[in-house]
């Protein structure tokens, strides 16, 4: 049996996030359909994390098993050839047999994308969340730097089926920045991981700071702001 590792991008906005539901297109759902086609049997294919329904992927990590000696630059090439458009292995490489994309990874990085021009081009809006009201920049800014740190997030989790389990959602931000370019605000945050819309929430909670509803600048919130839309968010990557 071998351990395959690979890297995928993918446009969300057609899928309903990563995690296969029943009668749903999804990101796992059409990996393992096709890798399964692959392989003659089914195949699990494990993802580092489970993105949203509209959210993207520059560099998602995924790993499977199987028995075919297809080399892995073919096996990239024969899932290409299969998957749809708006989903592409960029590479795939032969890892040791217990690696887990989720388990074994250190950290992740998101970006939030934000059109901030009047009009936002037809190009651009699947990708962005388009938000063209007046926003104080610098008080953004400033609680932006504040998740960084070790905090419970629980105010800024959606519910999940794993939280009967009773986990943790004390996570640690190792940077959480906001980087302002000409008609465009970028919320980029690294961590060690991440909660359901926990970013999204972020970025909910720092619009609202930018419209002066938030008067302590100095602690993390104690509820979020609103949910912003899965389109304006991307897996950068995933570091191990």
């Avoid at 294919?45 to 509209?54: E, F, L, Y």
């Avoid at 009967?164 to 008609?183: C, F, M, N, Q, Y």
């Avoid at 938030?214 to 979020?224: H, K, R, Y």
Wanted: aromatic share 8%; hydrophobic share 35%.
């Amino acid at each position: 049996m071998r351990r395959i590792k690979i890297e995928i991008a993918y446009d969300g906005g057609p899928y309903y996030g990563w995690q296969v539901q029943p009668g749903l297109p999804t990101i796992q759902g059409t990996l393992e359909q096709i890798v399964s086609s692959i392989e003659g049997k089914p195949v699990h294919v494990a993802g580092s994390g489970r993105t949203d329904a509209g959210v993207h992927a520059e560099a998602q990590v995924a790993a499977f098993t199987l028995e075919n000696p297809i080399p892995p630059p073919n096996l990239r090439r024969a899932i290409n050839r299969l998957l749809p458009p708006a989903i592409r292995v960029v590479s795939a490489e032969e890892v040791h047999a217990d690696f887990h994309p989720r388990f074994d990874a250190k950290t992740k990085l998101y970006e939030y994308r934000m059109a901030r021009r009047e009009v936002c081009s037809p190009f651009e809006w699947p990708y962005v969340h388009h938000y063209p009201y007046p926003l104080m920049e610098d008080r953004m800014t400033l609680l932006a730097r504040v998740f960084e740190g070790k905090h419970d997030f629980t105010a800024f989790a959606a519910s999940d089926e794993r939280d009967a389990e009773g986990r943790s959602k004390v996570r640690t931000i190792h940077s959480s920045a906001l980087i302002s370019e000409p008609g465009r605000l970028t919320y980029r945050v690294r961590g060690s991981g991440f909660l359901k819309h926990m970013v999204r929430n972020i970025v909910g909670t720092l619009i609202e700071a930018g419209r002066g509803n938030i008067a302590d600048l100095s602690m993390v919130p104690a509820e979020s702001g609103p949910t912003s839309p899965g389109k304006g968010l991307f897996l950068i990557g995933v570091e191990y």
